[in-house]
């Protein structure tokens, strides 16, 4: 099966500057990589999300990478805010022709801290 | 639409007992997936539905854990007997088809003690 690695697992910059959240991934036949923010005690809400025929997107301050020569996606959060402070999930999962969506696969998570 | 429900989104049961989750998917989406979420493992997938229909239990722990979904807006996840390790987190998600982003519910914290 998928499996997903997440680096890091605490991420700590100060406010307005860049953070960078990377995932690998293990099965190539993968090809739906979203993220979810999840504040705490809160439900995890999909923030965005990119298919293997993209290489790159974009929603105004957060921007995610793939590349699937090396199997990893980057989630790039910019000018960051206070209101950003939360864990970071991505995750994968195979859209078979025919058979749907699968399970999604998560990381481990990546507690995002906005220092003032 | 009100979204995913869950109900109810706290349960504090003594080991032993039996534990009902349960959950309504928004309208139209035909998967819907249990997961589970603990400080050491993270997100697990425990099993998904489409069109009611379970397609994959193998994260299900052991047997102790079973779920059904006998229409197409409700689902439950049954725990009998619990145990202290099952304490988590457990979310229900819904989402329309073919890795389209899944809509989560508010969760079921569970303590077994």
């Known amino acids: 099966g998928e499996n997903v690695e997440q680096h890091p697992s605490t991420l700590s910059v100060q406010e307005g500057d860049s953070a960078v959240i990377k995932c690998t991934y293990s099965?190539?036949?993968?090809?739906?990589f979203p993220w979810y923010k999840q504040e705490l005690g809160k439900r995890p809400q999909l923030i965005i999300d990119?298919?293997?025929?993209?290489g790159e997107k974009k929603d105004q301050r957060i921007a995610v990478t793939l590349n699937k020569t090396a199997k990893h996606f980057s989630l790039h959060i910019t000018e960051t805010q206070p209101e950003d402070s939360a864990v970071y999930f991505c995750?994968?999962?195979?859209?078979?022709?025919?058979?749907?969506?699968?399970?999604?696969?998560f990381g481990k998570g990546t507690h995002l801290i906005i220092q003032p | 639409d009100a979204g995913v429900i869950q109900s109810p989104r706290h349960e504090v049961t003594e080991m032993g007992q039996e534990v009902t989750l349960r959950c309504k998917p928004i309208?139209?989406?035909?998967?819907l997936f249990w997961y589970r979420q603990t400080m050491m493992r993270g997100l697990e997938l425990l099993i998904y539905?489409?069109?009611?229909?379970?397609?994959?239990d193998s994260g299900m722990p052991e047997d102790r854990f079973s779920a059904k979904m006998p229409n197409a807006s409700f689902s439950t996840l049954k725990i009998q007997p619990s145990e202290p390790r099952d304490s988590a987190v457990y979310f229900c998600?819904?989402?329309?088809?073919?890795?389209?982003?899944?809509?989560f519910g508010s969760g079921t914290r569970l303590t077994v003690v």
């Open positions: 539905f489409n069109n009611n229909v379970p397609i994959d």
């Open positions: 099965d190539s036949a993968s090809n739906y």
């Open positions: 995750a994968a999962s195979s859209d078979y022709s025919g058979g749907g969506a699968d399970g999604l696969t």
């Open positions: 309208s139209g989406h035909d998967y």
């Open positions: 990119i298919r293997s025929n993209v």
């Open positions: 998600a819904s989402s329309l088809a073919r890795g389209l982003g899944y809509t």
